[in-house]
Every structure is written in C-alpha cells, then in structure tokens.
C-alpha cells in the first residue's frame, strides 16, 4: 500500500516519519516544499502538487491546518478529479460540520471519506502512543486500522463522520481551560509568596491533578516557551472552532471566552509561534495590570 501525506508541519512530519519506518510507501506534499526535505532523505516520495500524491495512492491522508486549507489541496479542479476510488483521511482538527460537508464533497467526487484526528504532541508521535479518534462506518475503521494502529495502539471507532471531529474539539477545550487556570493559579502561588514545589506536592496529591500541570509547569517557571509542541495559535484556531459549533447549542460558553481572551492577549504579546504555556505570561501580564 502507498500512502500519500499531504501537510508535513509540526504533527504530519513525525507521523509521515512513522510511517517510513514501518516500511510503508509515502508519497508527500506540503505547501511549504522545504519541510519536505527531511521526508525526501527518509526516503519518501515528494512532489510539487498535491494531485501527483492523490493520483499516485490508495490511501490519503491529510494533516493539514484547517478546512480553507484542505479544501484548497484535496478539492481544488486538478486535484478533485483525482479523489475517485481513494480514501480520504481527514487526521487535523476541525468542526463537525466542515467535516461533513469535505465528506460530502469527496464522496460526490467518488471516493470515501473518513475522519480521524488524534490527541497528544509530538513526544507521543514518535513513541506511537496518539488516540486516534475514528469517526467512520465501522467497515472503514475495520479495513484502515491497521494503518491507524502506526499512530497509536488503540484507534477508538467514535461514531458516524463529525463525531471524531466533535471530540476532539471537546478535548482541545479542555486543553486550553486546563492550561489557563493551571497558569492563574501558578501565578497567584507566586504572588503570595508560596513556595512553588509545596504548591506542586500537594497539588500532585490530590484529585486535582493532571499530567499537563508538571508538562507545563518548567516553560511557564522559566517564561521559555520555545520548546514547540503545539503553538498558541492553532490552540487559538481550535477554540474559535469549538467557540464557533458551541453557539448553536444552550451551553453557556462564559468561561471559554474568558480562555479566548488569555490566549488573545498572548498572540498580541509576539507568542503566537511559541509553545501554548506562554498563556503563563499572559495571565501575569493582566494581574500585574489589574
């Protein structure tokens, strides 16, 4: 089997990376041809249009930003004409209704469409430890595990397409409201004087917990957030996302906003390329200001 990997960014270079080093065949594309070039010495396939990769694949999967930007590579005239007889596998972040309509869209163009976005960063990449969340027929999700299982070991058939995508927003909320409030109260530890290793003991302690807190905790000590694993500005992307299908529901969605605002306000302040836990220096920023 060939697999085409269209999006070689942050998370789609490791798990192209996986891929060829199980020996299975990639072919890839990327808008940005330089990030090919490690793929290429790996001994990948590159090419310089998308539609060379689908033309060329069975399977196709994409790691790219955003619906705009898989609309632009998968369904684009050339590259359209192309989709029949493949499966298309949708493996970024986006809303339940985008999914949908791509869905509807390759399906009208004669192939099949199924979702499958994952949770955790890089480390958890090249360990092979992502969930991967399936949103398919469960003969698809039977016929492509295999593949799946290179990322993970347990793919988690979720439901019918959008409901992976539904997931995942959930889980990326909770990412940043976890995040923000770990920061609030890391930083009014240190207003108060409390020394911070007594704050991490009994917090570690208690059901409050979560492995995030000791992930974060030395960037956000340091105010160093250049260690990339996934940066502000796609979780910016995400919340809007979730912020975006939420409104359509009766939730109350007060707190998430205030999430928005932090994270705003961290882009303003030339984070936007960094790690997420510069949400830290946001939330010192307002109280200092407060």
């Not at 939730?251 to 961290?266: F, K, Q, T, Y």
């Amino acid at each position: 089997m060939k697999v085409a990997f269209l999006g070689t960014g942050l998370m789609g270079l490791p798990m192209a990376q996986r891929l060829l080093e199980a020996n299975v065949d990639v072919i890839a594309y990327n808008r940005t041809p330089e990030k090919l070039e490690p793929l290429k010495a790996a001994g990948a396939e590159v090419v310089t249009h998308p539609y060379q990769a689908i033309n060329a694949a069975e399977s196709i999967i994409l790691m790219l930003s955003n619906a705009a930007a898989i609309y632009s590579v998968l369904l684009s005239d050339r590259s359209w004409r192309t989709v029949a007889g493949r499966s298309i596998i949708q493996m970024g972040t986006i809303t339940p209704t985008e999914s949908q309509e791509i869905s509807e869209a390759v399906v009208a163009a004669g192939g099949e469409y199924i979702e499958a976005p994952v949770l955790g960063s890089i480390p958890e990449v090249k360990d092979g430890k992502l969930i991967v969340m399936v949103g398919a027929h469960q003969e698809q999700y039977q016929r492509h595990l295999e593949l799946f299982k290179h990322f993970g070991p347990e793919p988690l058939l979720v439901g019918s397409v959008g409901t992976a995508s539904a997931l995942k927003l959930a889980l990326n909320q909770l990412i940043a409201s976890l995040t923000t409030a770990f920061a609030l109260s890391l930083g009014f530890v240190q207003h108060q004087g409390i020394n911070v290793d007594l704050f991490m003991y009994i917090l570690r302690q208690s059901a409050l917990y979560a492995p995030i807190f000791d992930k974060k905790l030395q960037p956000m000590l340091e105010g160093n957030y250049a260690n990339l694993n996934f940066p502000t500005k796609h979780l910016m992307k995400d919340v809007d996302l979730f912020i975006s299908e939420a409104k359509s529901t009766s939730l109350n969605l007060s707190s998430i906003h205030g999430v928005r605002d932090i994270l705003e306000m961290a882009m303003k302040m030339s984070f936007s390329e960094t790690d997420y836990s510069s949400i830290f220096s946001a939330i010192n920023a307002s109280t200092d200001g407060a």
